[in-house]
């Protein structure tokens, strides 16, 4: 007979940035749930991978001096690897430059093209390279910002290929119906609803102006074309079980649970199962967005240095601790803030003095009257009352943990441990002990370890390794066996000898780390990184800097030799800055608010001449304006004569 299966997906994390919280957070969810499921006895497949392809990723290569397979490469173990270290229970990790899974994407959109549901156009639009999505003029901020990022979109207008989104308006929308949990939270269904209700264009998804993705099938005669990247990396869902190869694992679609955060709603509750309509394939039963984490109150951001480290918090706290705060601190789908008070609170409350404690007093207990011996055999003539108690929150759970709602599965699973400390108090084994009931205070001890036994099965998913540890000490092993005999029925404990082992949580006085240090973004550019303000330095503001390090900007005396307006952007100007070098330089300068082109042309300027080029609105610019801005608004900082161009400044 074979059994239910469960499969259980994360995002694939883009390769442009080293994991931080965020995609922790995800991870961390999606294991817990697939650490249940296992338990509980489901067939259970768990993925979880890296997205390669795209612009963001070719562009980031360049930037580094490496070749985009080299630094996917890099990136994608340096996820793998904190995988590894976290023991992240993932049945395969996949990598969307795998041969196999470009040849699913292949086979995909074969299949919607003889469909009928892909033609051929051009598209005229914004892209957000960040984001890697298109964007209506309409919906920019300031006719050239992205809604979603902030950063400045590229005006593209290629021949692409379209998929038909708008026939699937009303299957989408008959879908959302149906299946009133097919996205979780519920609010977000919503959220969904009228975005769709407003009308679905057709969506772009091809691309022609880079070469980083998949190409299109041989049929299609057509290789200027790659995959667009939502495209290519929404199929890994599918592609990891042997879609449109050898079909291997197909029987676990369709998955139980996709996990996601809160940014790729959009992607996942509409274009995704537009998709697989057209393919023919059945829909995901639950797409759950959850949100998004800040720290001590503030937007996480690689500028601010403030992203928080998984590793750093996991090796300082312990992993355990850190997965049972991210758990337990948000319900599903809110935004959450992360800080070593309200991390260090969880552990010495619920941790420590719930859970730990209840194990120490049972140590306590069962050395001093029974020389550690636990016997359960009249744990129901006394405690009858405690059991049934304790069964009922436990028959709780299950719901909770495929509901998305896992802050109140570990709630209600704290209310057996309240019952056990409780017990202790109210029934207080050194009177019982004093009285002679000896019976009863054994039975008292079997309750307490029955109440540790339960609770540590169900908060193995969240807990792992140190629900083993707990479980080692009561002389049992968490699986399916004993979750069917604990939570499932009413089995108590067979008689044992209680390991002592040392406390599990030892009180947190005060934080671990004396600052959380910014990921070391191998893959940042060195400069985005903001000095450390020092003790002696407060009083200026700013952080001091030796001469080198002053030196190791170039700034240079240049003329603009070539002014133009960038068009459709109210910020910028296009100069092309003659600094002495073979050719002038270009420079997309945000200043048109305050200067003319005419204004510019033929002026001298300071230029920052050895930053990483970058592309505003689609241009390279190779260098920077010196200028100062006050309320009064912005000028140029300019030399009192005129130099020679190429001068430097010191
Ligand atoms: N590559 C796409 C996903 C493709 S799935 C077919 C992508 N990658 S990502 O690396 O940018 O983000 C992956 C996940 O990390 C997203 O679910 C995102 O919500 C999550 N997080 C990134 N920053 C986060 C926080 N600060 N807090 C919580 N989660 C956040 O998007």
Same mark, same amino acid.
């Given at each position: ?480 066996? =004993?979750? +069917?005999?604990? $939570? /499932? ?8 000898? @209680?390991?002592? &082992? #040392?406390?599990? *949580? ?21 400069? =985005?990184? +903001?000095?450390? $303000? /020092? ?8 952080? @001091?800097?030796? &001469? #080198?390090?002053? *030196? ?26 003659? $600094? ?71």
């Amino acid at each position: 007979m074979s059994c239910e299966k469960a499969y259980i997906t994360t995002p694939i994390y883009y390769v442009n940035d080293i994991a931080h919280i965020g995609h922790a957070y995800t991870t961390i969810i999606a294991d817990t749930l697939a650490r249940y499921s296992r338990l509980s006895g489901l067939d259970t497949y768990f993925l979880t991978g890296t997205d390669e392809h795209g612009q963001k990723i070719e562009e980031a290569a360049k930037s580094r001096g490496k070749s985009t397979q080299n630094y996917a490469d890099e990136i994608s173990a340096t996820f793998k690897d904190l995988w590894d270290e976290f023991d992240i229970s993932y049945d395969k990790f996949i990598r969307t430059t795998d041969m196999d899974h470009m040849k699913g994407v292949q086979k995909a959109f074969s299949v919607m093209h003889a469909n009928g549901d892909i033609y051929k156009d051009t598209y005229k639009g914004h892209y957000c390279i960040s984001c890697e999505t298109f964007f209506p003029a309409i919906q920019l901020v300031d006719d050239e910002f992205c809604p979603e990022c902030g950063k400045s979109t590229t005006v593209v207008e290629e021949e692409s290929y379209f998929f038909k989104l708008s026939k699937y308006e009303k299957p989408l929308l008959d879908w959302y119906e149906n299946n009133p949990d097919c996205i979780l939270p519920r609010s977000k269904r919503n959220e969904v609803i009228r975005f769709v209700e407003g009308g679905l264009q057709d969506l772009s998804i091809t691309r022609t102006s880079f070469d980083w993705g998949v190409k299109l099938p041989k049929e299609m005669n057509d290789p200027k074309h790659v995959m667009y990247v939502w495209l290519d990396a929404l199929m890994n869902y599918v592609t990891a079980l042997g879609y449109g190869t050898d079909d291997k694992d197909m029987d676990y679609w369709p998955a139980r649970v996709q996990l996601i955060g809160k940014d790729i709603l959009r992607f996942h509750a509409i274009y995704w199962p537009a998709f697989l309509m057209s393919l023919g394939l059945p829909l995901p039963k639950h797409i759950a967005a959850h949100g998004w984490w800040t720290r001590d109150g503030e937007k996480m951001s690689k500028s601010k240095g403030n992203v928080v480290n998984p590793r750093e918090i996991a090796d300082a706290y312990g992993l355990d601790n850190f997965r049972y705060f991210m758990l337990r601190e948000v319900p599903f789908g809110g935004d959450g803030d992360f800080s070593q008070k309200a991390l260090i609170d969880r552990i010495n409350s619920d941790l420590g003095n719930d859970l730990g404690n209840l194990l120490n007093r049972l140590i306590g207990m069962s050395g001093k009257y029974f020389e550690g011996t636990v016997n359960s055999e009249h744990v129901a003539t006394y405690y009858q009352n405690e059991l049934d108690e304790v069964h009922a929150s436990l028959e709780k759970l299950e719901p909770f943990i495929f509901e998305m709602q896992i802050h109140r599965y570990l709630e209600e699973l704290w209310k057996p441990l309240t019952v056990a400390n409780k017990a202790i108090d109210r029934y207080q084994p050194w009177t019982l002990m004093k009285e002679g009931k000896e019976e009863e205070a054994m039975a008292l001890n079997g309750l307490i370890a029955a109440i540790l036994a339960k609770v540590s099965v169900m908060l193995y998913p969240v807990m792992p390794e140190i629900c083993t540890k707990i479980s080692n000490a009561l002389h049992f092993s968490i699986d399916n066996e =004993s979750w +069917k005999k604990m $939570i /499932k029925s009413t089995t108590l404990l067979n008689t044992f000898v @209680l390991e002592k &082992i #040392d406390p599990l *949580f030892p009180r947190i006085e005060k934080p671990l780390l004396e600052q959380i240090e910014p990921i070391d973004q191998e893959t940042e550019p060195k400069a =985005s990184k +903001k000095p450390e $303000i /020092k003790e002696n330095e407060k009083a200026q503001g700013v952080a @001091l800097i030796g &001469i #080198d390090q002053f *030196f190791q900007t170039s700034l240079k005396i240049g003329t603009v030799v070539k002014a133009e307006e960038v068009p459709k952007s109210k910020k910028l100007l296009l100069l092309q800055v003659d $600094i002495g070098e073979e050719s002038p330089r270009q420079v997309v300068a945000g200043i048109k608010e305050w200067y003319t082109a005419a204004d510019m042309l033929g002026t001298q300027v300071c230029v920052v001449a050895n930053l990483k080029p970058a592309k505003l609105m689609g241009l390279k610019s190779e260098g920077m304006l010196l200028a100062a801005k006050d309320e009064n608004g912005l000028c140029m900082i300019r030399p009192e004569q005129p130099k020679t161009v190429g001068t430097p400044i010191s």
